[in-house]
C-alpha cells in the first residue's frame, strides 16, 4: 500500500464522518494519534471535546440544544495503564472494561456492532496504542454492516507492530457523503506523519471542511518515557 497525503485525504472529502489516525512521530520518537468528529445536523455540530482524567469526553455546547445524546455524548479516548484507547462511540468503555479484565482488544468488541442508525448503520471505528518498555505497537477495528445489511456485522482488525516512523494509519465511518451515507471500505489508510505536536494538529484541522468539523484531538506520546501532549481544538467556542 503506498503512503497517502493526510491533508489531500480530508481535503479531498467534505464528510468522512469520524476519523481516527494512530502511527509514529517523523522523529520516531512519539506514538501519534488524532480523533475528529464532523457533523451534518444541528445535534451533532452542537459539541466539544474536554478533557477527562486522561482522557476526553464529548459534551454539548449548549446543553439547552441537546437533543438525543445517545450516540453523540461519550468518552472518545481512555487510557488504561499503557494502553490509550481512541474510539467513536461508547465501546471506548466496552474496550476498557474487557482489556481491564485480561480479554483482548478484538475480544472485547465482540459484544458490539455497528451504531442502530438506520438507514446509514455507522460503523464503529476504533484505535488501541500499547507502549511497554521502549516498545509501541498499535492496532484499529471496524464494525460495519454488510453493504447496509442489519442482519449482517463485518468485523475487521488490524494489528501494526513496531509501526515506521512518520508513518500512520487513518480510518474513518464514511467513504464520503450521501444519503445513506456509505460505510469506510477496505483496511486502514497508510498515511504521513509529520511535524510536531502542533503543526500535526494544524494540519489536520485545517484540512477538514470548514462546514462539516466539529472537534479534533491529538495526542503525541513518549515512546520512552511515557509521558504524553494533548491538544484539543473545538469549532464552537
Known sequence: MNQMSLEQELK??????RGIVIGRSEDGTKAVTAYFI????????NRVFAEDG??????AFDPA?????????YAPVRVLGNKTIVTNGDQTDTIYDGMDHQMTFEQSLRCREFEP??????????????????NYNYAMSILKSDNGNPDSCLRFTYAYQSPASGEGRFIHTYMHDGNPLPSFEGEPKKVGISGDIDAF???????LNEDNKVSL????IDIAAGTYETRIVNKNK
Open 12 to 17: 479531498s472529502n467534505a464528510y468522512p464522518g
Open 38 to 45: 464532523m457533523g451534518r445536523s444541528a445535534n451533532s455540530r
Open 54 to 59: 486522561e482522557g476526553i469526553r464529548t459534551q
Open 65 to 73: 440544544k441537546l437533543e438525543d445524546p445517545s450516540l453523540i455524548i
Open 117 to 134: 442508525d438506520a438507514p446509514n448503520y455507522t460503523p464503529r471505528i476504533s484505535g488501541i496504542m500499547h507502549i511497554e518498555n521502549g
Open 201 to 207: 494538529t494544524d494540519l489536520v484541522w485545517n484540512s
Open 217 to 220: 484531538f491529538v495526542r503525541f
